[in-house]
């Protein structure tokens, strides 16, 4: 059957290939970085080079060699080497390659080292295709991830194999990935004669943010772009900045960097830091956080840890909220800034939290106590015959405005849940409540 689209002719020259795919480091001598698994001696380097490798989850942020470290493993080993990408492969991918994965172990004794870019984005039931592999050691499972194993790897096949951490690069690390490729006359950029200025390296290593790929891609730019000057093409750092424009910030609101940062802002204001605070406030703001979101972990810490220490910290906090809400962003952040900054230099307490926290644990672990007769509302004749507000002493007819009558259930009078501390304006209630309970005690004695 003749097809309704033919082949197209091959094009007469192929696309090049990108230089961060041509820099790739096809060597341990040529990796930068991560010497803390890689240098020679160390654990991991010891297993790839013996072939002696097991099961690993490689995780770290984007261009710091998850995938390069792959490639050295497939170049190293006498295993059979396959690689998925968890975007484009399915399950029934997955099983083929399990079952001659089966039959390879079994008739000739060869294992099979599978590696998967972006596990993370495999679902359940495709991680556990591979369970039964391993655990038959059948394969040896290389996995790749941005996120956190311990919430995006199944937790059968995460206690099958080593996690390795692998750090963001350093800017000095980037800066000597770049300026290789800008001498490398086989691989790199040196054919095309570029000059480029020791600022404008440092300029692109810094925007990368720990990510070769990235430094690369935009070296690669900027060289392409620079006007040729006798010869030579020119790249400083005024040119970079044209490249450049404005970084995407490193971040991902539905994972574990948007829990880093909000767990960094919050301590960062109980700890009274409002530099760190407004840092770590700009970070997420800038790289596209829902300031309500924001807005609504202030709220939430100014009672949690600031509490009656400063009671105006929950108005500014939901005065914040309210005007992030009205004016909408970017206007909106110097009212977060404020809120943060003013909440970081608040006098600090959680009385308010601990009391709570001590009287649900009450409410939850007693037996439901009945609410005393005396604090009982009587609305009819029935009620009033029952003896329900039977002895209840109006506060404001008392000298100090303060009556003696217990509040709580019988079982639970004395127990303390609200304990102010003598910081900001819990002093003052402190003082109000020592002078109440002793007026209270002078009446019972009496």
């Known amino acids: 059957m003749e097809s309704l689209f033919p082949d197209e002719a091959p094009p007469a020259h192929a696309p090049p290939v990108p230089l961060a795919e041509r820099m790739r480091p096809?060597?341990?001598?040529?990796?930068?970085?991560?010497?803390?698994?890689?240098?020679r001696g160390k654990p991991l380097r010891e297993a790839i080079e013996r072939d002696l490798l097991q099961s690993i989850i490689l995780w770290g942020p984007p261009g710091t060699g998850k995938t390069t470290l792959a490639r050295i493993i497939a170049d190293t080993?006498?295993?059979?080497?396959?690689?998925?990408?968890?975007?484009?492969?399915?399950?029934?991918?997955?099983?083929?390659?399990?079952?001659?994965?089966?039959?390879?172990?079994?008739?000739?004794?060869?294992?099979?080292?599978?590696?998967?870019?972006?596990?993370?984005?495999?679902?359940?039931?495709?991680?556990?295709?591979?369970?039964?592999?391993?655990?038959?050691?059948?394969?040896?499972?290389?996995?790749?991830?941005?996120?956190?194993?311990?919430?995006?790897?199944?937790?059968?096949?995460?206690?099958r194999s080593k996690v390795f951490v692998l750090r963001g690069l350093t800017t000095d690390e980037v800066a000597a990935i770049l300026d290789r490729a800008v001498n490398d006359a086989s691989r790199g950029l040196a054919s095309q004669s570029p000059e480029v200025d020791p600022e404008a390296l440092r300029a692109i290593a810094l925007y990368a943010n720990g990510d070769a790929r990235v430094a690369l891609n935009l070296l690669e730019l900027s060289v392409a772009a620079a006007p040729s000057i006798d010869g030579k093409r020119q790249v400083d750092a005024t040119r970079v900045a044209q490249a450049i424009q404005?970084?995407?910030?490193?971040?991902?609101?539905?994972?574990?960097?948007?829990?880093?940062?909000?767990?960094?802002?919050?301590?960062?204001?109980?700890?009274?830091?409002?530099?760190?605070?407004?840092?770590?406030?700009?970070?997420?703001?800038?790289?596209?956080?829902?300031?309500?979101y924001i807005a609504r972990r202030l709220v939430r810490f100014a009672s949690e840890d600031i509490g009656n220490a400063d009671p105006q910290a929950l108005a500014i906090a939901v005065a914040a909220k309210d005007a992030v809400h009205f004016i909408g962003m970017p206007e909106g952040n110097?009212?977060?800034?404020?809120?943060?900054?003013?909440?970081?230099?608040?006098?600090?307490?959680?009385?308010?939290?601990?009391?709570?926290?001590?009287?649900?644990?009450?409410?939850?672990?007693?037996?439901?106590?009945?609410?005393?007769?005396?604090?009982?509302?009587?609305p009819t004749r029935l009620m009033k015959d029952l003896a329900y507000g039977k002895g209840y002493q109006y506060a404001h007819d008392q000298a100090d405005g303060v009556a003696d009558m217990p509040c709580l259930p019988d079982a639970l009078v004395g127990h303390k849940y609200y304990e102010p501390t003598e910081r900001g304006f819990e002093k003052e209630i402190k003082r109000r409540l020592d002078g109440w309970e002793a007026i209270k005690k002078k009446r019972r004695g009496a």
């Open 77 to 159: 080993t006498k295993a059979r080497f396959v690689s998925f990408s968890a975007v484009l492969a399915g399950i029934k991918e997955i099983r083929d390659v399990m079952a001659e994965a089966e039959r390879l172990r079994r008739s000739t004794g060869r294992r099979t080292i599978v590696f998967i870019d972006e596990i993370h984005r495999f679902n359940k039931a495709q991680q556990d295709a591979f369970l039964p592999r391993v655990e038959a050691g059948d394969i040896v499972l290389v996995g790749a991830t941005t996120e956190n194993p311990s919430f995006e790897v199944n937790a059968a096949l995460l206690s």
């Open 26 to 39: 096809r060597t341990f001598d040529e990796f930068v970085g991560q010497e803390e698994l890689l240098a």
């Open 334 to 378: 110097t009212a977060l800034a404020q809120a943060a900054i003013y909440l970081a230099t608040a006098p600090k307490s959680n009385a308010v939290y601990e009391a709570y926290n001590r009287a649900a644990t009450d409410a939850h672990n007693d037996v439901a106590q009945p609410v005393p007769l005396h604090l009982r509302n009587a």
């Open 246 to 292: 404005r970084r995407a910030l490193l971040y991902d609101k539905s994972g574990e960097e948007h829990y880093n940062l909000i767990s960094a802002l919050h301590k960062s204001m109980r700890n009274s830091d409002p530099d760190a605070a407004v840092y770590w406030l700009a970070r997420m703001v800038e790289a596209g956080e829902d300031p309500l």
